[in-house]
């Protein structure tokens, strides 16, 4: 029996199948089980991968082991093929291509017509009747050699080829060599052999062929490769050897090679789509060595390959129940099937395939829903630019918030709210960095350009919050306030010219670009009913305006899970009176203020419960520290000292003081400023703390909240507010500010004399919190975990000092894995939310709890939140199709597990 050593490193392609990729690579496998489905593929066997990781134990040892049964199954083929490897006149010649487990660029490429040399490639000649099919091959079969086995760069040899091409004419092709330049090429090839490696091309097929499978094991550890693996993750599988007999594309106008797909990969339509090229071979349709045709001019050049070819396809699709990337030859009308893979796709024909597939029967809904990328999905949300289109970058900043747009450059708040007002639309707004005084110009904007800051500077965060695009930190763009305009290298552009923004990517294009639209429609809107009929965790949005919320329900939430009533004071109008509220004097002014802020939080309340039609709404308490709200105090300081200035200058001349009053004003806000300024301000006086300080602030909220859903409630509207309390560390601090607010609740709801259902929660971001979450409990009917304040802590990193200075250290020495502000730390800070959920539970076992912190859209970490029983997530509108299928997905990978 031949199955005693033979069988452990090397496969027939009959003995092999789909499913024993890790041994056989993609490619054999495939390759075995396209061979027992009967299809065309031409013989061969492959070398498993195991024998490729014993060759880096044991080189010599493995390859003297392997000969005998290399050479034997070399026999089985010249039985299949009637051909004899090495014969003088009726050569058997074979492909050697590698192939791992995971298609991996960076390894051997494939040598094709191994076996021929200077004797049978005259036997070939003769025997095929072909001699310039003979030459070519061989011609070819030295390139390929020379460079993939021993390292000649392929660009020597082209130089060769093109110098014959050349002398021919000046647009001449491959295919108008004929035999007599083919002579002189293999000629010239093999002098640069000598010249190169220092021997003669080798003459023994033997001698070629294991030269070849060495080659082929070695590439699995080459730099490129490790480097590849490494960053995506792949494992050290080792690389297996597939050695298949040729069939040729190039043997004249009635042969040819080409690929296709059986949908077509950029739409996702059910229509296949291929190229092929006549007279060619092997990868001479993807070098783009010619021209290709389509698959349609097949149907007349070649009417029984193509429908061949079609069937095939279809078998195949069939078959793998996925789309199918193939590679074909047709050797003198005959067709072959050289690969077939699942193919590589679009985001959005990702999505059409799979909602189409299981329509057509072919997979299950759960299949569907496993086929997808999340994270992929959220390209499909933005405005993206058209990979078509020309572009000219000019810059690359950091991509801070997703999507592209293209505008015109205005460089001031002011200026692009008035041509807002006066019906400009298209503004990028261009500014060094934003403060909490730019809100207006961002609001009038689409998108918003800064020279400094990062993925956490205000202009990143309000565009996120905004969904619009922002590319931060563009370090190359040096702004000229004055003159209105920026200059990257040699460019200038001014305000009004047009620019385009890539929020996705961090480029900044000058001009305007052709943009692709964003589609939740179709096939893709189906995908996601598809997931909510899975499963089981809800998603809500972060939703802070009337705006955001009409985002939210288009997106499909099931409610708002974080509403930051902060954002509401920051509008253009409303924050001179946030101001004046903070620098009140007494008790009395103070509250004149709030009361000049109550209607305007009201309406927003209103418009959000109208909007949200009876689903929660979670509105989270003021949280910033208050001196955000305040003016700069360098600008404060700079705006004193000029006015101090003119108002000597009006003694001296005038003997008056005009601006004394204006004076006392401003050094008020400066000590203001000074009093409220804190050390670290990330942990001090903030969240409730700020209600313990200063009651009036929540009060205010409070009563605006009670107000809007007593309101909407007479009027028979569904509303359920949740009232979250932020930055609770300690059951005392809930007690006292639940307490004060019950009461205004309650008299609020009294007042309009209503039945309404509402909770008192807490944010669980202070480690101390998620300590003593039974205690936490008692006062809180829900715990939302802010995880990127929870992440703060835990780790006691400061999110923007850590991200801008020491986190890429950290990636790169393998300190961490990842950023745990973008991938949520399930070890460590997921330890804390588990415990927090348990104890919580323990005290009030109905206890609702979720996630509002921006993990809340991100694939890992949704799938953490359903496996610890979070009951919903929250995320930005546009993170909700992605934390949907996510959610979808962890409960399929349960069921299985
Ligand atoms: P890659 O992994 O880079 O696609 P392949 O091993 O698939 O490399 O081969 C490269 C090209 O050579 C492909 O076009 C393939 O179809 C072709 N090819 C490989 N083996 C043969 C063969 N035995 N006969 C004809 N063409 C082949
Ligand atoms: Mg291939
Ligand atoms: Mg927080």
Redesign the pocket.
């Known amino acids: 029996m031949s199955n005693t050593k033979d069988n452990k490193y090397i496969y027939d392609f009959n003995e092999g199948n789909k499913d024993m990729k890790n041994l056989l690579g993609g490619?054999g496998a495939n390759l075995a089980e396209m061979t027992n489905l009967g299809l065309k593929i031409?013989p061969?066997f492959t070398l498993t991968t195991e024998a490729c990781l014993i060759y880096y134990s044991n080189a010599d040892e493995l390859m003297e082991e392997l000969k005998p049964s290399v050479i034997k199954h070399l026999k089985t083929l010249e039985i299949n093929t009637g051909k004899k490897f090495g014969d003088e006149r009726n050569p058997l010649l074979?492909?050697v291509?590698?192939?791992g487990p995971i298609?991996m660029p960076g390894m051997m490429?494939?040598v094709?017509n191994l076996g021929l040399n200077d004797i049978s490639v005259l036997g070939f000649a003769e025997q095929t009747d072909n001699p310039r099919f003979s030459y070519d091959s061989y011609r070819r079969f030295i390139q390929m050699f020379g460079d993939v086995v021993m390292g000649i760069g392929d660009e020597k040899f082209e130089r060769i080829l093109d110098k014959y091409k050349r002398n021919i004419g000046r647009n001449a092709q491959d295919t108008d060599l004929e035999v007599i330049d083919l002579q002189k090429i293999i000629a010239d090839y093999k002098t640069l052999y000598e010249k190169e490696i220092g021997s003669l091309f080798p003459q023994d097929p033997l001698n070629q062929l294991f030269l070849s499978i060495e080659a082929v094991f070695k590439s699995w550890n080459n730099k490129r490769a490790i480097t590849y693996r490494k960053i995506n993750k792949i494992p050290d599988y080792g690389t297996a050897v597939?050695i298949?007999?040729?069939?040729?594309?190039n043997k004249g106008w009635n042969s040819g090679?080409g690929?296709a797909f059986s949908r077509d990969p950029s739409t996702g339509e059910n229509i296949q789509f291929g190229e092929y090229l006549t007279n060619a071979?092997?990868?001479d349709?993807?070098a783009g060595i010619r021209t290709p045709k389509k698959l349609e001019t097949m149907k007349e050049e070649f009417p029984e390959v193509y429908k061949e070819l079609l069937e095939t396809m279809d078998k195949l699709e069939r078959h793998y129940k996925d789309m199918q990337d193939i590679?074909?030859?047709i050797d003198e009308g005959e067709l072959?099937i050289?690969?077939t893979r699942n193919g590589k796709r679009t985001p959005s024909a990702a999505v059409k395939i799979a909602v189409d597939m299981v329509k057509e029967g072919l997979i299950t809904k759960e299949e569907a829903i496993m086929r997808i990328d999340p994270k992929k999905i959220s390209k499909l949300l933005f405005k993206s630019i058209d990979e078509n289109s020309i572009i000219h970058v000019l810059a690359h900043g950091i991509n801070a918030s997703p999507g592209a747009v293209s505008g015109k450059a205005v460089f001031d708040s002011d200026r692009a709210e008035k041509l807002a007002n006066d019906g400009k639309k298209n503004i990028i707004l261009v500014r060094p960095q934003t403060k909490p005084e730019d809100i207006h110009g961002l609001y009038a904007s689409s998108g918003v350009l800064t020279q400094f800051g990062g993925k956490t500077s205000h202009a990143a965060v309000v565009a996120r919050g905004m969904g619009k695009p922002a590319v931060v930190g563009a370090q190359d763009v040096e702004i000229d306030e004055e003159k209105q305009e920026f200059r990257v290298n040699e460019m200038v552009i001014k305000e009004g010219q047009w620019i385009t923004i890539d929020g996705t990517t961090g480029r900044i294009i000058e001009g305007k670009v052709n943009l692709v639209e964003p589609e939740i429609k179709g096939e893709f809107l189906e995908l996601l009913d598809i997931a909510d009929s899975i499963k089981t965790m809800g998603v809500r949005a972060n939703a802070d305006t009337p705006e955001d919320a009409k985002k939210a329900i288009e997106f499909g939430a099931q409610g708002i899970g974080l509403t930051r009533t902060e954002h509401m004071f920051m509008a253009k109008e409303r924050l001179p009176v946030m101001q004046k509220m903070i620098m009140s004097r007494t008790k009395e002014e103070r509250q004149d203020a709030l009361n000049k802020i109550l209607p305007m939080q009201k309406g927003d309340f209103l418009e959000i419960f109208k909007i949200m039609e009876g689903k929660p709404v979670t509105i989270r308490l003021l949280d910033p520290p208050l001196h955000e709200f305040l003016p700069e105090l360098s600008t404060v300081l700079l705006e004193n000292q000029e006015l101090k200035m003119t108002n000597e200058l009006s003694k001296s001349l005038l003997k008056n003081n005009p601006l004394d009053e204006e004076i006392a004003k401003k050094s008020k806000v400066i000590s203001l400023i000074r009093s409220l300024s804190e050390e670290n301000p990330m942990m001090g006086l903030r969240g409730c703390r700020l209600g313990i300080v200063w009651p009036e602030i929540n009060e205010m909220q409070v009563k605006a909240i009670f107000q809007a859903a007593c309101e909407l409630k007479r009027k028979g509207i569904d509303v359920i507010p949740e009232i979250m309390i932020p930055l609770v560390g300690m059951l005392s601090e809930l007690q006292y500010v639940k307490a004060q607010l019950m009461q205004v609740a309650l008299e609020t709801i009294k007042e309009y004399d209503v039945e309404l259902d509402y909770t008192f929660g807490t944010m669980i971001e202070i480690p101390r919190a998620a300590l003593t979450a039974d205690e936490i409990a008692i006062e809180a009917e829900f715990f939302s975990f802010g995880t990127n304040d929870l992440t703060q802590m835990t780790y006691g990193f400061s999110r923007d000092d850590a991200e801008g200075k020491f986190i890429p250290v950290y990636l790169n020495k393998e300190i961490l894995d990842n950023n745990p502000f973008e991938i949520l730390d399930q070890d460590g800070v997921g330890k804390l939310m588990k415990m927090a959920i348990k104890l919580g539970k323990r005290t009030r076992p109905d206890l609702k709890t979720g996630i509002c912190g921006e993990h809340g859209g991100e694939p890992s970490a949704v799938k953490f939140a359903h496996s610890i029983g979070l009951d919903y997530v929250s995320c930005s509108p546009f993170r909700i199709p992605v934390a949907k299928i996510a959610a979808a997905q962890a409960v399929i990978e349960q069921r299985s597990s």
Not at 244 to 249: D, E, R
């Open positions: 490619k031409p061969g074979v492909s291509r590698s192939g298609s490429d494939t094709l597939n298949q007999s040729m069939v040729f594309g090679t690929v071979q092997g990868e349709v993807v590679e074909f030859t072959k050289l690969q």
